[in-house]
T-cell receptor, first 110, second 113 residues
Framework: GEDVEQSLFLSVREGDSSVINCTYT??????LYWYKQEPGAGLQLLTY?????DMKQDQRLTVLLNKKDKHLSLRIADTQTGDSAIYFC??????????FGQGTELSVKP | NAGVTQTPKFQVLKTGQSMTLQCAQD?????MYWYRQDPGMGLRLIYYSASEGTTDKGEVPNGYNVSRLNKREFSLRLESAAPSQTSVYFC????????????FGPGTRLTVT
């Protein structure tokens, strides 16, 4: 079946860039997503990218998609302590459902 | 708009007890979902409802049942709780199945002893 993999932890210093990586197996995914989960809360959509795009930029966020390697990344520029959260990569399947990665816990140290 | 609401927020059950988790959305969405979140495993889909009147199994349906009561409400029932069902449960909704965004509730933290 489809699989989405992420590393579990990332620690950065405030002001640095953060890069969260994700690999997936379902090459038919049309949309790929990044969701953010703050402590004690549900998930919120952060950004998404269509499979026919290589890059999408949205303020401090840059999403890169390498379809050949089935690799998705999320770069957060000028990372702030408020960015500390769990970030989930998700891919849309051709049956209309989302497959989530394990989540990467981002810790931002002042 | 409240978005997606879930009750209760916390629950402790003994093994073998039953309970129903409630979920409601006020966005007039057609599709609704139940996920469980376990450390290191991300979110796994338990059941989903593409539209009112339909329900389908997701990745981990064993030990659960669901009811799509109407367009707004989608409940998850544990008939005989087991410690392996200790988890955080999230309900989500989307405009239609395959919509690019799912909206999540705040979650229910369930402990089964």
């Amino acid at each position: 079946g489809e699989d989405v993999e992420q590393s579990l932890f990332l620690s950065v210093r405030e002001g640095d860039s953060s890069v969260i990586n994700c690999t997936y197996t379902d090459s038919s995914s049309t949309y790929l997503y990044w969701y953010k989960q703050e402590p004690g809360a549900g998930l919120q959509l952060l950004t998404y990218i269509f499979s026919n795009m290589d890059m999408k930029q949205d303020q401090r966020l840059t999403v890169l998609l390498n379809k050949k390697d089935k690799h998705l990344s999320l770069r957060i520029a000028d990372t702030q302590t408020g960015d500390s959260a769990i970030y989930f990569c998700a891919v849309g399947t051709n049956r209309g459902k989302l497959i989530f990665g394990q989540g990467t816990e981002l810790s931002v140290k002042p | 708009n409240a978005g997606v609401t879930q009750t209760p927020k916390f629950q402790v059950l003994k093994t073998g007890q039953s309970m129903t988790l409630q979920c409601a959305q006020d966005m007039n969405h057609n599709s609704m979902y139940w996920y469980r979140q376990d450390p290191g495993m991300g979110l796994r889909l338990i059941y989903y409802s593409a539209s009112e009147g339909t329900t389908d199994k997701g990745e981990v349906p064993n030990g659960y049942n669901v009811s799509r009561l109407n367009k707004r409400e989608f409940s998850l029932r544990l008939e005989s709780a087991a410690p392996s069902q200790t988890s955080v449960y999230f309900c989500a909704s989307s405009e239609v199945l395959g919509s690019y965004e799912q909206y999540f509730g705040p979650g229910t933290r369930l402990t089964v002893t």
